[in-house]
Structure formats: structure tokens, C-alpha cells
């Protein structure tokens, strides 16, 4: 019994021990089980994550390519719009270039006309000046359309334009005197007078404009020389000089009548106090007696307006002088202005910058009474 009751005793301790260690494996076998299933769970989470990714991996890809399709779908409509803005600009361009055609010969046309029907001589040099702005060349711009070889051709029509329109006024004879009073011959006076007017629109000479119609006949006149000497070929000239120099002999007599009637004009406004026509009667005396020119009725302007002119005279001398051309001035008008006397008590009230103006002029009328034809 003593031996039993220790064994028992034992063996309830024994069995105490075991229940407790059978119930510790549970509790972890529990613990296990509840791991499994969290990271159950977890591994659940973690595939529906993959999933998700994946869904918006794909998505992401498919966005990726609806992008890249539609960027493609903006590139072929750029292309388009490209090509139809292209087609509206030759378009423009071409309806502009034909506009400006058109509108430049009737404004061409309407200021020769007016030009002839007016007999004020002022007012012939208002047309004959709207008539040289209103040439295409002089319009051109350096865009699109407006090529090199575009100014090229619109000088050459120019040239052949101009020419046609002169010889109506030029006379069989190439008279040069500048006092004539019939309709043709002051048509033909304020043509050569104005033949160096720029449109104020035309581009400056750094970017191709800048010309006027007296620097297209020079350019032709000059060129002669070059083809002479055998420097270059008549073909290899541009068409507008050749053009010029198949009216060499009307071209010369224009730069000529220039030369003369750009100082009669300016004797014409300095004989009298208001500018007036001068009558064949006065134009006798001026022959005969010293005359003197109503500076004090001037203002600077017009100062520099005669010396501006005179310039353009000496200009046309030059050129001639170059292209191997003879000279000619018109022996009434070098006598006239032998007479031309500055009126001494006119200088002495004159500020600094009208003595010189006055001076200048006084300079170049005397170089172009000196210079021999």
C-alpha cells in the first residue's frame, strides 16, 4: 500500500505531466494551426497582391498601347494638318502674288492715265512717281513664292513695261531741251525726273529691294561694258539688263533728258518768289541777264530736295560717262544757269544750316556748269 500509494502518487504526477504536455501540443499544435491559416491568409493577400499587379501590370500595358496608338492617330493628323496647312499657304501665297499683280497694273494703268489727262507739271510728277512704286519689283518680298529668280523676272517685265510706255512720249528727234510745254514732252519730264523713287514698302537693299527703275537702267547700261571687254557673255547677264540694252539708245537719251531737266526744274522753282511757270518770255531774258534766285523763299526742305535731285543728276552722268556712253547738255540751260546769281543780302539773314545748304547747291550748280558734255 505504502509502495502503491507512491507509484500511484508517481504515476499522477506522471500523468499530470503527460495531460499537461499533451496539452501543451495542443495549445501549439493550435498555434501552429493558427499560423498556417494566417499565413494562409497572408499567401492569399500576397496572390490576390500578384494579381492586382498583374490586372494592373496588363492595364498599365493596354494604357501603354491605346497612348502609343493615339499618339500615332495625332502624328497622322499632324501629317494632315501639315499638308493641308501647306496647301492653304501655296494657296494664299498664289491668290496674294495674283492680287498683287493685278492691283499693281491698275494702279500703273490709272496713274499713266491721270498723268496725261493733267496739265499742272506738279501733278504730272505726283503720277509718274505713284506709277514707278506701284511696279511689282518693288514689291517683292523674299517669302515663299517671292523666289530669286521671281524678282528676276519682275524686273525684266519692268524694264520691257516701262520702255513700251516711254517711247509714246519720246520724240523722233531726242531733243534735249528741257523748257518744252507740249503734253508729251511733260508727260516725258516727269518721268525722268521720277524714275528714282522707291515705294516705301519695298525692302532695303540688304535684303533684295531697294531698287528703283533708274538702278535697273543703269545696272543694263553698265553690263555693256562687262560684255565688251569679254568679262562675261551677253547670255550669261540677267534678262532684265539684256532687256535694257535693247533699248540701249532710248535708255541713253532718258538718263540724258534727265541730266537736263533736273536742274531746269530746280531753276524753274528758284526764279521766282512762288514757284511759278516760267514763260518763254522770262526763259529769253535768263538767256541774256543775270538772274537771281529767290533763296529767302525756300525753306530747308526744299534745299535738300535740290541737292538730293542735283545728286541724282550727277548720278546719271556718271553712268553714262562709264558705259562709254557721250554726254550731252543742252546748251540754253548751261547759259541759264551762267546767269544765276545767289541773292548776297539773302545769305547775310540765312542761319549756319541754310548757308550751307545754300552753299551746296551753289557748289553743285557750279561743277554742273563746269562739266563739259
Known amino acids: 500500500m505504502k509502495l502503491l500509494l507512491p ?49 494592373d501590370t496588363k492595364a498599365m500595358r493596354q494604357a501603354t498601347e491605346s ?3 493615339a499618339i500615332e492617330n495625332m502624328s497622322k493628323k499632324t501629317d494632315e494638318v501639315v499638308k493641308t ?16 499683280q493685278a492691283q499693281s497694273l491698275e494702279i500703273r494703268t490709272k496713274s499713266l492715265s491721270e498723268l496725261e489727262d493733267t496739265e499742272d507739271q506738279v501733278a504730272k510728277l505726283s503720277q ?5 512704286m506701284a511696279f511689282e519689283f518693288q514689291l517683292w518680298k523674299n517669302t515663299s513664292t517671292d523666289s530669286l529668280e521671281k524678282l528676276a523676272y519682275l524686273k525684266r517685265d519692268a524694264i520691257d513695261e516701262f520702255m513700251r510706255d516711254v517711247r509714246r512720249y519720246i520724240p523722233e ?21 521720277t524714275m528714282h523713287v522707291l515705294n516705301s514698302n519695298s525692302l532695303p537693299k540688304e535684303k533684295g529691294g531697294g531698287t528703283s527703275m533708274v538702278d535697273l537702267l543703269s545696272e543694263g547700261l553698265l553690263a555693256k561694258a562687262k560684255v ?14 539684256r532687256a535694257v540694252l535693247s533699248f540701249e539708245r532710248d535708255v541713253v537719251y532718258l538718263l540724258n533728258l534727265r541730266i537736263n531737266f533736273i536742274p531746269s526744274m530746280i531753276v524753274t522753282e528758284l526764279a521766282t518768289k512762288n514757284g511759278r511757270y516760267l514763260s518763254k518770255l522770262d526763259l529769253a531774258s535768263m538767256l541774256v ?49 551762267k546767269k544765276m546769281r545767289f541773292r548776297s543780302q539773302d545769305s547775310a539773314a540765312e542761319s549756319e544750316v541754310r548757308r550751307a545748304a545754300i552753299e551746296k547747291l551753289r557748289a553743285q550748280i557750279e561743277d554742273f556748269k563746269a562739266q563739259k558734255a
Open 7 to 55: 507509484g500511484i502518487m508517481a504515476l499522477m504526477l506522471t500523468g499530470c505531466s503527460v495531460e499537461s504536455r499533451l496539452n501543451d501540443m495542443r495549445d501549439s499544435t493550435k498555434n501552429v494551426s493558427k499560423t498556417t491559416r494566417e499565413m494562409k491568409d497572408s499567401t492569399d493577400k500576397v496572390a490576390k497582391t500578384s494579381d492586382g499587379m498583374a490586372e
Open 67 to 69: 497612348m502609343q496608338q
Open 85 to 100: 496647312t501647306a496647301g492653304v499657304e501655296a494657296k494664299t501665297d498664289q491668290v496674294y502674288s495674283d492680287a498683287r
Open 128 to 132: 509718274a512717281a505713284h506709277y514707278f
Open 173 to 193: 528727234s531726242h531733243t534735249l531741251n528741257p523748257s518744252r510745254t507740249d503734253q508729251k514732252s511733260k508727260n516725258l519730264y516727269a518721268l525722268v525726273a
Open 228 to 241: 565688251e571687254s569679254g568679262e562675261v557673255k551677253l547670255s550669261d547677264l540677267p534678262e532684265y539688263q
Open 289 to 337: 541777264f543775270p538772274w537771281r534766285a529767290y533763296t529767302s523763299e525756300r525753306n530747308l526742305g526744299h534745299f535738300r530736295l535740290y541737292s538730293e535731285l542735283l545728286d541724282e543728276a550727277a548720278k546719271a552722268k556718271n553712268v553714262l560717262r562709264l558705259a562709254g556712253a557721250n554726254v550731252k547738255i543742252y546748251p540754253g540751260l548751261v547759259q541759264i544757269l
